[in-house]
C-alpha cells in the first residue's frame, strides 16, 4: 500500500511540474536592454496555443510587440516584430515562469528576460 502511495505522489509531483512548464499563460516580464540607457524594463507578456505553434505578445512601456515561437515544455524560441524591428528570443523554464535571452535581427549583443506568472 505504500509503495501505491508513493507511485500517486510522484505521478502528482509530476503532472503538477509540467503544467508549469507549460508556456501557455500570462505573465509579468522584467528584462534588460542593452541598447536603451537605463537598461532595465518592465511589463506583461501573453503566450497563447496557435495550433503547433505559440502566439506571444509582450505590452513594454505602451509598445507591442508580436511574435510567433515554436517549442514544449523544455524550451521556447521566439520571432517577434515592433514596427520595423525583429528579433529572436529563447526561454527556458525558471520555476513557475519562463527566462531567457533575446536579440534585434543584426544585433551584436543580448538582453535577457524573465517571465514571473501572473
Not at 514544449?72 to 523554464?93: I, M
Amino acid at each position: 500500500m505504500r509503495k501505491f502511495f508513493a507511485i500517486i505522489a510522484a505521478a502528482l509531483v509530476f503532472s503538477i511540474t509540467a503544467a508549469f512548464a507549460d508556456p501557455v499563460g500570462r505573465y509579468f516580464v522584467e528584462g534588460t536592454d542593452p541598447g536603451n540607457s537605463s537598461g532595465t524594463y518592465t511589463g506583461t507578456v501573453t503566450v497563447e496555443k496557435t495550433g503547433e505553434t505559440y502566439s506571444v505578445v509582450w505590452l513594454i512601456g505602451g509598445t507591442r510587440f508580436v511574435g510567433t515561437g515554436i517549442g514544449n515544455k523544455d524550451f521556447l524560441a521566439v520571432s517577434y516584430r515592433s514596427g520595423n524591428n525583429t528579433g529572436l528570443a529563447l526561454y527556458g523554464p525558471d520555476g513557475s515562469g519562463w527566462a531567457g535571452v533575446w536579440t534585434y535581427a543584426g544585433g551584436t549583443r543580448m538582453g535577457a528576460e524573465r517571465w514571473v506568472r501572473r
